[in-house]
């Protein structure tokens, strides 16, 4: 538990109140594969990634708003926790540590001379700060707003991560060697226990390269993780695996050696591209099915054995024309929920000082725009919040009594009764729901269909083989169809213009990359949480 006897009395008010405002008892642990507060109660990490890891070594975009503008933003849109990067230097390399924010800005010549006359605007009080000062103070700025944190140690020397042989990318690499990233891990668990907010640290970010071998991951990781553990025992230390943090399957085979129980986690990230072009290039059923089921054998099987997994990168372009993208989140954002997995979303930022070369570069997966100011696409914001709340764990209801949530991704809205018919409403207003012998049933109602491009109702004649018999098909067991008797018809449950549920023919049973059967894709989900 946290204790305060060392805490004056304003520290000891404000750490109170801020936990009163979370609504969580930290410090966080692990009852097999969920996360929890002090009271053994789910906490579902709803992380955005910001960091600090680039050749200035600053917050991102605190030249355009000002540093409580974008906690309080942050916190506005839902999420509870921002996983915050660093470079390695940023702790052991005094030549750098030691220059203020302006010093690091004017290093470039006359490049950033606009980021830097934006922070003396917009942030004065960080300006002259040193920039480890500078990474406390949106540390700080967080907590003030209620914000956790993940330290993320994402590569060694600042810059834009990561290619396959860019030396940061596995131990014995150029710029990885393991006693100086040690020493990194070390500095940054003790400035890490000056913050409550700050619940957990990774060891590293996107292992990756030729010398990839279990050997060594064996040898160093552990020994980030004791070190972590032995300064901070209250944080969760975060595992990362192998090719750009996609696989830990290794672990099948031999599990780790820590001295510590309760505070391991591991993570995973995945993106569109990290199939390169399967979804344009495939049928959208095929590939979801396949990427999954990849996933499971990878890092999913975790869950199973009773650890948590982070997707602690994950995002798309959200200019909404990459069609590579729009299919891989509609199938990602099914499993988020279905798995009800903790996560953290890439990412925040609307623009960066410097990235590869180019100054005020976009970033289009960014949740703000190019100013920080505003939400760059709000239908994709919606659909990520409709997964920040946990769906199902501990603590959650004072009943055991679980039920299950009909989830649509491609809408992030979930599908509740309106009179005798059916629509999509947020989720957390959602029905309860059971699947039992292909029949889906509310208050003692079930689904069934009328007619193709009709909309489907709630009735109380559930036939054995009748339209209110469904079963999920296709490759990636999204599509819920039953067959129209009169007319011989297979159908499957969709959606019309005003998110009403209808049968309509079922999409996309070819082997065709051309379709997209996202609109007939409905996901039952488990939940015990109470509703609204």
């Given amino acids: 538990m946290l204790t305060f006897k060392f805490l004056p009395c304003f520290s000891l008010f404000f750490l109170f109140t801020s936990l009163i405002s979370l609504g969580i008892a930290l410090p966080l642990s692990t009852d097999s594969r969920w996360i929890v507060d002090e009271n053994g109660h789910r906490v579902k990490l709803a992380c955005v990634n910001w960091g600090s890891h680039l050749q200035p070594m600053t917050a991102e975009g605190l030249d355009k708003q000002p ?16 996983r915050f990067t660093w470079p390695t230097y940023l702790m052991t390399n005094q030549s750098l540590a030691n220059l203020t924010v302006r010093q690091s800005f004017q290093s470039f010549g006359d490049k950033l001379n606009q980021s830097l006359s934006g922070i003396a605007a917009k942030n ?57 990233w040690v020493e990194g891990l070390s500095r940054m668990a003790t400035l890490s226990k000056d913050f409550s907010n700050v619940v957990g640290m990774s060891l590293r970010n996107e292992l990756r390269g030729p010398k990839q071998n279990e050997a060594v991951w064996y040898r160093e990781m552990p020994r980030g993780a004791e070190t972590i553990h032995a300064i901070n025992p209250n944080i969760l230390v975060i595992f990362s695996g192998f090719n750009y943090d ?71 372009d959200q200019r ?107 989720c957390k207003e959602t029905d309860k729901w059971s699947f039992v012998s292909g029949k889906i049933f509310s208050n003692k109602k079930c689904i069934q269909a009328t007619d193709e491009g009709k909309p489907a109702k709630l009735g109380r004649s559930c036939g054995v083989e009748d339209e209110s018999n469904w079963e999920t098909i296709s490759d990636s067991k ?55």
């Avoid at 991560?161 to 710029?175: A, H, L, M, R, V």
């Avoid at 570069?361 to 760059?376: A, D, H, K, P, S």
């Fill in 246 to 316: 996609k696989s830990l399957a290794f672990l099948n085979k031999k599990w780790l050696n820590l001295s510590f129980t309760g505070k391991l986690v591991f993570e995973v990230h995945h993106y569109g591209f990290t199939d390169g072009q399967q979804w344009v290039n495939n049928n959208p059923n095929k590939i979801c099915a396949e990427a999954i089921n990849e996933m499971k054998r990878d890092t999913l099987f975790l869950l199973d054995k009773g650890y948590p997994l982070i997707m602690s990168e994950f995002g798309v």
């Fill in 124 to 180: 004065p009080n960080i300006i002259d700060l040193p920039l480890v000062e500078a990474f406390k103070a949106v540390i700080g700025n967080l907590q003030d707003n209620n914000v956790m944190v993940i330290l993320d140690n994402h590569l060694t020397v600042p810059g834009w991560c990561c290619g396959w042989t860019d030396g940061n990318g596995f131990f014995g690499d150029e710029y990885f060697p393991p006693d100086l």
């Fill in 67 to 82: 540093l409580d503008f974008i906690s309080k933003k942050i916190a506005s849109m839902g999420f509870n926790c921002v």
């Fill in 320 to 426: 909404g024309n990459n069609v590579n993208d729009n299919r891989y989140i509609n199938c990602y954002l099914a499993t988020l929920a279905e798995l009800d997995m903790d996560w953290c979303l890439w990412t925040l930022y609307g623009s960066y000082y410097y990235r590869e070369g180019a100054v005020g570069l976009e970033e289009f997966y960014g949740l703000l725009t190019w100013n920080w100011g505003g939400i760059r696409n709000e239908s994709y914001l919606k659909r990520i919040q409709a997964i920040q709340l946990p769906f199902r764990g501990p603590g959650l209801s004072e009943s055991n009594n679980t039920y299950k949530v009909i989830f649509h991704p491609l809408t992030g809205l979930c599908v509740k009764s309106s009179n005798k018919y059916l629509k999509l409403s947020p």
């Fill in 478 to 532: 999204m599509q819920l169809s039953t067959n129209i008797i009169t007319r011989n018809t297979t159908v499957c449950m969709d959606i019309d213009s005003n998110n009403t549920i209808v049968t309509n023919r079922c999409k996309c049973f070819s082997e065709e990359s051309s379709c997209d059967p996202e609109s007939q894709w409905f996901k039952f989900v488990d939940a015990n949480r109470a509703l609204n």
